[in-house]
Nanobody, 126 residues
Framework: QVQLVESGGGLVQAGGSLRLSCAAS????????MAWFRQAPGKEREFVTA????????WYAASVKGRITVSRDNAKNTVYLQMDSLKLEDTAVYYC???????????????????WGQGTQVTVSS
């Protein structure tokens, strides 16, 4: 069983920065591919980024590439989401997800991840 707890969300002005964290339980965190998804009001949950077990391989959604950076610290069982140059359209609940079945990134779909956090709200104001 894996538990994921996100933190770091909040209110930020457009153009600002925010860093989200996702702390994972379990001794095998380093074997998991991790991802971030987000869900804006009235919209479906969408893929933001994923990172493989070692942190060497990353995928990004086109809408965030160049502004968002994913990283992980396996010694701390934590994955991070550094968000810069935030836009109003980045407002959403951000979810951390784990693919416990693979060390490699396999999917941009929700179905590719078997553990989820509760989410943290990010609100970008003008």
């Amino acid at each position: 069983q894996v538990q994921l707890v996100e933190s770091g969300g909040g209110l930020v002005q457009a153009g600002g920065s925010l860093r989200l964290s996702c702390a994972a339980s379990g001794r095998t965190f380093s074997r998991y591919t991790m991802a971030w998804f987000r869900q804006a009001p009235g919209k479906e949950r969408e893929f933001v980024t994923a990172i493989n077990w070692s942190g060497v391989s990353t995928w990004y959604a086109a809408s965030v590439k160049g502004r968002i950076t994913v990283s992980r610290d396996n010694a701390k069982n934590t994955v991070y989401l550094q968000m810069d140059s935030l836009k109003l359209e980045d407002t959403a609940v951000y979810y951390c997800a784990a693919d416990s079945q693979s060390t490699l990134i396999r999917s941009r779909s929700e179905g590719g991840y078997d553990y989820w956090g509760q989410g943290t709200q990010v609100t970008v104001s003008s």
